[in-house]
């Protein structure tokens, strides 16, 4: 079956706006307006700094933020959550205190608890999910990245992407940004330790300015809960050499290897008694979630990448190219195996016309993902040959075209349009019915201003097309996801500093509404909800509040709270109305105070303490009938640490301090009334209970 809704084809396409984009900006070269150039302020062509990067986003006519994660570092960095969980519009949530969690932005696979999608996730701008769509956390490492991009919804178009969720960049120093070594330990509750190392540095050869930068970590946990145990070392490294000051090329590598254990969802009544338990679930005589060797996710993933930046005049060329391996072990209600190999890149060119800023960009990826499915004895070996052996092929194509035209010194307008085409293909030798072959399509126009009240305040609006193309897993039959989800967002926001006497502000506020079609939901099929099957839900409606404020009070007292407002719903839905969409809490705010004092170090007072908070105020609905709910909860938390000097520095941080039982995520079905998915009620999947880790950081010249 093929499905297309577009047929001019991508290279015309391509040139076609090209052209016209050119022509669009010859017309206006007459105009002496200030130009909208972006540059950075690092010695690479092909790594931006922080500070470039916060430049980036005022440029952005939506929501976009960057997360120093030099902030993150002042208590644990373990987690996703510990990096992004006060990131505006991140909704995130730890899964089992492990790298897995559940993440969503503006509602993308919110019914998704595992093997996420709706996001492009990135390392160093170098994707690092597989060519079909779906990611898994464990692939990166938030440890040796400096800072990680943000950019929402239709606002990650840069880097190709139209999804609902957008796009997360986590970005790693380079020699030239972070020369000298760290050496950092953290340990704490439930048997955690990890351990991080990083070394950086620049020099001359032959005439030419190389830099370095390589950073290894291993992390170990047995965890909260029974049969959560956690292991993990990863490697990441970037070595760039700039030929002249207009040419420099930059090579990435990575390796990761990770083992976890999956505890599995509890009942209400194990959650309230004991949530540190695995499930109870049997098969037969047998606990498959209490066997070490059964309920598992063991990863292993390699991957290579090249950036090469060439600037001529105003004119910036930018070439990548990536491959990554995956490799997977995954015994659950059958031995899943699977091998993923990825490769793709992107061509840009970014050329400044007098107060055009255009670029034009093609983004191509492919990849391959072999694997078989076994019976299993759930004690993590097979019992028989494989039921499915599979060969998922899949292959994108991106070509955008994007113009930022500085009307006047305070405003200037975008406009983007980006023609994606997708391609999905399964050949299962072994089942029939697993076979499709699909194509889908499509032009998504984007069009937004930015204006700035103030050189630090601006505020901008912006109304785009969504695409996202089904993963493998989801793509198949009429029963399951076989059509794109498409939609329109509009959003309107503000972002800005001020300072009043004593008082310095920061924040970033945006209200968006994003309209849909065929969105992608997930839910439990059968009553134990052992699997799963995705469906296109005909009509639905996301809209929402993403609000960071910061506040700094004679630089002693600082605070900083992340406000997540979601209004998730199906639209006129024939069997549930308008419903509220499952998996969210309406409100979620997270949040800290800390008070610091002592000599200054790094620009800031040396030493600080105060506490921290998550709360969730209101009950979420678990099912599209809106018949079970996930209890609203309350956490209170600890942060303290110093830098004693230049050198050494310390944390303490403490979490969920009363001990608070409490779901932070749940599994998701259509009705939880129904008999046919009713089950035992095993929906909930427990926080962590109460907890302190205590790290230490040496920094070398």
């Excluded at 957008?166 to 030239?176: C, R």
């Excluded at 300072?499 to 099929?525: I, M, P």
């Excluded at 949040?591 to 105020?617: C, D, H, M």
Aim: proline share 4%; net charge neutral.
């Amino acid at each position: 079956m093929k499905q297309s809704k577009l047929a001019l084809t991508p290279i015309a396409l391509f040139m076609a706006m090209a052209f016209s984009g050119a022509a669009m900006a010859q017309s206006q070269t007459a105009n002496n307006l200030n130009t909208v150039v972006i540059t950075g302020k690092s010695d690479s062509l092909t790594q931006g700094s922080i500070e470039s990067a916060k430049d980036s986003v005022k440029t952005i006519p939506g929501g976009a933020s960057i997360v120093d994660l030099n902030q993150v570092r002042e208590g644990r960095q373990s987690t996703w959550s510990d990096s992004l969980g006060l990131a505006p519009g991140v909704f995130i949530q730890d899964r089992f205190g492990s790298e897995e969690a559940r993440i969503s932005i503006r509602g993308s696979a919110l019914s998704r608890t595992y093997h996420s999608f709706g996001t492009k996730v990135m390392q160093d701008g170098v994707p690092i999910n597989y060519a079909d769509g779906f990611f898994d956390m464990q692939t990166v490492d938030p440890n040796a990245s400096r800072y990680v991009e943000v950019l929402r919804g239709p606002n990650a178009t840069t880097y190709g992407a139209t999804t609902l969720g957008g796009a997360i960049n986590f970005v790693a120093p380079t020699g030239h940004t972070s020369s000298g070594s760290v050496a950092r330990a953290e340990v704490g509750s439930f048997g955690y330790n990890k351990v991080f190392a990083s070394t950086a540095g620049v020099g001359k050869a032959d005439g030419h300015v190389w830099d370095y930068y390589v950073a290894g970590s291993q992390t170990k946990q047995d965890g909260f809960r029974d049969h959560a145990e956690m292991e993990n070392q990863k490697i990441l490294g970037n070595f760039g050499v700039k030929v002249s000051k207009d040419v420099e090329s930059r090579f990435y590598v990575a390796a990761v290897r990770s083992r976890t254990q999956l505890p599995g969802y509890l009942t209400k009544d194990e959650l309230e008694k004991d949530p540190s338990i695995a499930s109870s679930q049997k098969v037969g005589s047998i606990y498959p979630y209490r066997e070490d060797a059964n309920r598992r996710r063991d990863v292993e993933a390699q991957r290579v990448a090249n950036k090469t930046t060439v600037r001529d005049g105003n004119t910036i060329y930018e070439l990548a190219a990536y491959a990554m391996n995956y490799s997977l072990w995954h015994p659950i209600d059958s031995i899943i195996e699977q091998n993923a190999k990825s490769i793709g890149g992107h061509l840009k060119a970014t050329r400044i016309l007098d107060q055009h800023q255009i670029s034009v960009a093609y983004l191509p990826s492919v990849g391959s993902t072999k694997g078989t499915s076994k019976p299993t004895n759930n004690q993590g070996a097979a019992t028989g040959l494989a039921t499915s052996n599979y060969d998922q092929q899949s292959k994108n194509d991106s070509f955008f075209i994007e113009d930022k035209y500085k009307s006047s010194e305070r405003t200037t307008w975008t406009g983007a349009l980006q023609y994606d085409r997708a391609h999905r293909k399964v050949v299962d030798a072994l089942l029939a019915t697993n076979n499709y072959d699909y194509s889908f399509s499509q032009l998504s126009p984007r069009v937004g201003v930015t204006h700035d009240l103030t050189p630090s305040n601006q505020v901008f609006a912006s109304l785009s097309r969504n695409f996202e193309a089904p993963m493998f897993g989801t793509a198949g039959n009429s029963t399951t996801a076989f059509k794109p989800q498409t939609g329109t967002t509009f959003e309107v926001g503000t972002r800005g500093e001020s300072t009043h006497d004593k008082h310095q502000y920061g924040w970033d506020a945006t209200y968006y509404r994003a309209n849909l079609r065929n969105e992608f939901l997930t839910s439990c099929s059968n009553a134990a909800c052992t699997t799963s099957t995705t469906t296109n839900v005909p009509t639905t409606l996301h809209q929402g509040i993403e609000l960071g404020l910061s506040h700094l009070y004679d630089k002693k007292v600082d605070t900083r709270i992340a406000l997540l407002y979601s209004d998730f719903k199906f639209v006129d839905n024939a069997s549930v109305g308008n419903n509220a969409l499952p998996g969210f809490p309406p409100v979620i705010v997270r949040g800290e105070a800390l008070y610091r004092f002592g000599a200054q170090v790094n620009g800031k007072p040396s030493t600080y303490i105060g506490p921290k908070f998550e709360w969730v105020p209101s009950k979420a609905p678990m099912d599209y009938a809106n018949t079970v709910y996930n209890d609203s909860y309350a956490l209170l938390g600890f942060k303290a640490g110093q830098a004693m000097d230049q050198k050494w520095s310390w944390f303490l941080d403490a979490r969920n301090l009363t001990d608070k039982k409490y779901a932070a995520t749940t599994n998701i079905s259509a009705n939880y009334t129904a008999p046919a998915t009713a089950g035992d009620g095993r929906r909930y999947y427990p926080g962590d209970g109460r907890s302190v880790y205590v790290g230490v950081e040496a920094k070398f010249d």
